[in-house]
């Protein structure tokens, strides 16, 4: 039972404009939010949080949207760079410090 | 000075055989996990350890064991591996109140 989805597997983009990477939720008691960016062959690095209270977080070039009512979140990327390229896994976390994953998007940025 | 390191970073090994992955962590964290990554890039916990206790045990096969000599190690070890347990292995750590994971660089394990 996957509780957390991205529906894209991947994304392509032009360098400059604007990346979208969604991410669903099925269970309401998810509180807090988070978005891993991973390279091949290393591990996800943290990328930005967004907790429920909450429904925009940004950090430089890196906006997370949280549709609470829809159970939705987004990351926006603007502008995408071509190191942007990565796969990208959002998280939802229900009580404690256990996440839930989702599948991935692979964003390729195209120069 | 690598946060979270894990070995080996590939392990190929025939089925039956019993196999081992190490992890540790150098930033003080006081819980750790491993998470398994499928074929379908699903990204699933298996355990955490919070100071030597076992606080998630998800239901894995019994096949699977943590084990965790210290704060800062979270061993894995598999005994009579199967096809089915080919992907790669992520350990991880975080401390309370540190809304997120630092992860390691994986292991890929073939079962052949």
């Known amino acids: 039972d996957q509780q957390v989805k991205q529906n894209s597997p991947s994304l392509s983009v032009q360098e400059g404009r604007i990346s979208i990477l969604n991410c669903d939720y099925t269970?309401?008691?998810?509180?807090?939010f988070l978005w891993y960016k991973k390279y091949p062959a290393e591990g996800p690095t943290f990328l930005i949080s967004?907790?429920?209270?909450?429904d925009k977080n940004e950090d430089g070039r890196f906006t997370v949207f949280l549709n609470k009512s829809a159970k939705h979140l987004s990351l926006h990327i603007v502008p995408s760079q071509p190191g942007d390229s990565a796969v990208y896994f959002c998280?939802?976390?229900?009580?404690?410090?256990?996440?839930?994953f989702g599948t991935g998007t692979s964003l390729t940025v195209i120069p | 000075d690598t946060a979270v390191s894990q070995t080996p970073k590939y392990l190929v090994t025939q089925m039956g055989n019993d196999k081992s992955i190490k992890c540790e962590q150098n930033?003080?964290?006081?819980?750790m996990y491993w998470y398994k990554q499928d074929s379908k890039k699903f990204l699933k916990i298996m355990f955490s350890?919070?100071?030597?206790?076992?606080?998630i045990n998800e239901t894995v096969p019994n096949r699977f064991s943590p084990k965790s000599p210290d704060k800062a190690h979270l061993n894995l070890h598999i005994n009579s591996l199967e096809l089915g347990d080919s992907a790669v292995y992520f350990c991880?750590?975080?401390?309370?109140?540190?809304?997120?994971?630092?992860f390691g660089s994986g292991t890929r394990l073939t079962v052949v």
């Open positions: 991880a750590s975080s401390q309370e109140g540190f809304r997120g994971y630092t």
């Open positions: 269970n309401s008691m998810f509180d807090y």
């Open positions: 967004i907790s429920s209270i909450k």
């Open positions: 998280a939802a976390r229900k009580y404690g410090n256990q996440f839930y």
């Open positions: 930033l003080g964290h006081d819980t």
């Open positions: 350890y919070n100071n030597k206790e076992l606080i």
